[in-house]
């Protein structure tokens, strides 16, 4: 079992910056990939960035790419998102999740435990 707690969210003008912020607990940190996705209402959750085991591998979705940073420092069993020139579109419930074969996935499919999700919304 993981738990995932997530934090950072918070209304925010366009242009601003967030840093999300995902504490695990219960299996070793180091042993699974993690990954950000989003929801906006209506809308099916998507994938946002992904992060191997090792933070050797990171991929991120075509909209995010170049504004938003993920990172992962497992001493402190926490996941990243450094979320920079933020847009509108960005508003949405934002989850962190795991999955247990490390490499870092894209898919929702392909992870097994979620947290709750944290508000982010941009103001225009």
């Known amino acids: 079992q993981v738990q995932l707690v997530e934090s950072g969210g918070e209304l925010v003008q366009a242009g601003g910056s967030l840093r999300l912020s995902c504490a695990a607990s219960?299996?070793?940190?180091?042993?699974?990939?993690m990954g950000w996705f989003r929801q906006a209402p209506g809308k099916d959750r998507e994938f946002v960035a992904a992060?191997?085991?090792?933070?050797?591998?990171?991929y991120y979705a075509d909209s995010v790419k170049g504004r938003f940073t993920i990172s992962r420092d497992n001493t402190k069993k926490t996941m990243y998102l450094q979320m920079n020139s933020l847009k509108p579109e960005d508003t949405a419930v934002y989850y962190c999740?795991?999955?247990?074969?490390?490499?870092?996935?894209?898919?929702?499919?392909?992870?097994?435990?979620w947290g709750q999700g944290t508000q982010v919304t941009v103001s225009s």
């Open positions: 219960g299996r070793p940190f180091s042993s699974y990939g």
């Open positions: 992060i191997s085991w090792s933070a050797g591998r990171t």
């Open positions: 999740a795991v999955d247990l074969q490390g490499s870092g996935a894209t898919m929702t499919y392909e992870y097994d435990y």
